[in-house]
């Protein structure tokens, strides 16, 4: 049976959403190749339909503001 983590909320994933791409979240490995922020939203978008477990996370809201940063991405 699977739990969910009520720990992690849909505004903390709206918040990491809001920062791929930024630089303000890193995990200070130098040899990580630099990725676009459109490029790292396609791959959070295509990661978030393989996952099976988004806890107290509202999965809907959670890819749907990630194509909406995609698309504006993509139009600037």
Same mark, same amino acid.
Not at 11 to 20: R, S, V
Not at 43 to 70: H, M, P
């Given at each position: 049976?699977?739990? /969910?983590?009520? =720990?992690?909320?849909? $505004? !903390?994933?709206?918040?990491?959403? $809001?920062?791929? #791409?930024? #630089? /303000?979240?890193? !995990?200070? !490995?130098?040899?990580? %190749?630099?990725?676009?922020?459109?490029? *790292? *939203?396609?791959?959070?978008?295509?990661?978030? /339909?393989?996952?099976? !477990?988004? #806890?107290?996370?509202?999965? %809907? $809201?959670?890819? =749907?503001?990630?194509?909406?940063? *995609?698309?504006?991405?993509?139009?600037?």
């Amino acid at each position: 049976m699977i739990q /969910k983590d009520h =720990s992690w909320t849909t $505004k !903390n994933e709206i918040n990491f959403i $809001k920062g791929l #791409g930024t #630089g /303000k979240f890193t !995990n200070g !490995n130098a040899t990580v %190749e630099q990725q676009t922020r459109a490029e *790292l *939203l396609v791959k959070y978008i295509d990661a978030a /339909k393989l996952r099976t !477990n988004w #806890g107290a996370v509202d999965q %809907e $809201k959670a890819i =749907s503001f990630a194509e909406e940063c *995609l698309r504006h991405e993509l139009n600037n």
